[in-house]
């Protein structure tokens, strides 16, 4: 999602409260919103469209497709929300419909996330100036709305799974195999964003 009037892009990695926040970004976007589905008066599944791709497109789908009409990169914010891999591992098998822990379909899900350095890396350095961090979501959100100059706004609860009824440190218990594979999977997330 991107905003050329206050000149931010926010990266959407899947299952970092991206739905939440471009609830409140989408109205100052420059970008096309459709397919719009509203639950209990939130917006929560929709689709984006810009030049450099749909709703979670990459830092590197948006520096292959910059146009200096944009002007210059660097005079952009860049946020995204990073998240604990653990919990983001266990809110996705959640998320796909999974009602009970089955260590087998953890694993396959598990597999099948992207890592969040893959969403907001390019050359293998982290292109956020300004992390919004799932932990302190309200807080870290408050800071970059002031960064950028719009109005500061409590943030919904959008494409929440009501499945997700431990915290997730327990989940790992019961399957040690899928808490092995979250640290080699997504070793560079918990590197760079000291997980």
């Known amino acids: 999602m991107i905003s050329f009037k206050y000149k931010f892009i926010f990266i959407h990695a899947p299952k970092t409260a991206g739905n939440s926040i471009q609830n409140v970004l989408q109205k100052y976007s420059s970008d096309e919103v459709f397919n719009v589905r509203y639950k209990d ?5 929709f689709g984006v469209q810009n030049f450099a791709g749909g709703k979670h497109a ?3 789908h948006y520096i292959r497709n910059w146009d200096k009409a944009y002007g210059k990169l660097e005079d952009y914010t860049i946020t995204g ?3 604990n891999p653990w919990d983001r591992a266990s809110s996705y098998y959640f998320y796909l419909g999974n009602r009970n822990i089955q260590c087998n379909l953890f694993e396959k899900s598990t597999k099948q996330l992207s890592p ?4 907001y890396c390019s050359n293998k350095t982290n292109m956020l100036n300004c992390k919004i961090s799932y932990e302190n979501l309200q807080s870290d959100f408050d800071i970059f709305c002031d960064t950028v100059g719009i109005d500061r706004e409590e943030l919904p609860k959008a494409n929440v799974s009501s499945k997700k ?7 790992f218990k019961d399957c040690p195999l899928v808490d092995s594979l979250v640290r080699e999977r997504f070793a560079n997330d918990i590197k760079m964003f000291n997980y």
């Open 41 to 45: 008066g939130v917006l929560d599944r």
């Open 58 to 60: 990459t830092m590197k």
């Open 81 to 83: 929300c990073v998240r």
């Open 116 to 119: 969040q350095t893959d969403y």
């Open 165 to 171: 009824t431990k915290h997730f440190s327990e989940y």
